[in-house]
């Protein structure tokens, strides 16, 4: 049973950058592909981007590919996403997600979660 904690959210000005980080306990991490997703309020939550237990391939929505990169530290079971050139339209709350081996992009498919990190970009 794995838990995840999402922080390193804020507010940041368009154009700025972010990096928030979800670190990951209970479980093997390196099993576990892990994915962020975003939501607001009224909406679905939307796949931004994903990385593979094996190889590390990653994967990317098409409204951040560009400008957001995933990435993975197996030593300290944290993932992270490096948020650059930040539009208001990617004001969001960011959740962490992780489901064993491969990235799909569907939200059902993932087995834990994290409680999410707010995101607000001012214009």
């Known amino acids: 049973q794995a838990q995840l904690v999402e922080s390193g959210g804020g507010l940041v000005q368009a154009g700025g950058s972010l990096r928030p980080s979800c670190a990951t306990s209970?479980?093997?991490?390196?099993?576990?592909?892990m994915a962020w997703f975003r939501q607001v309020p009224g909406k679905e939550r939307e796949f931004v981007a994903g990385i593979n237990s094996i190889g590390g391939s990653t994967y990317y929505g098409d409204s951040v590919k560009g400008r957001f990169t995933i990435s993975r530290d197996n030593a300290k079971s944290t993932v992270y996403l490096h948020m650059n050139s930040l539009k208001p339209e990617d004001t969001a709350v960011y959740y962490c997600a992780a489901k064993r081996v491969v990235v799909v992009t569907t939200a059902l498919r993932y087995d834990y979660w994290g409680q999410g990190t707010q995101v607000t970009v001012s214009s």
């Open positions: 209970g479980g093997t991490f390196r099993n576990y592909a």
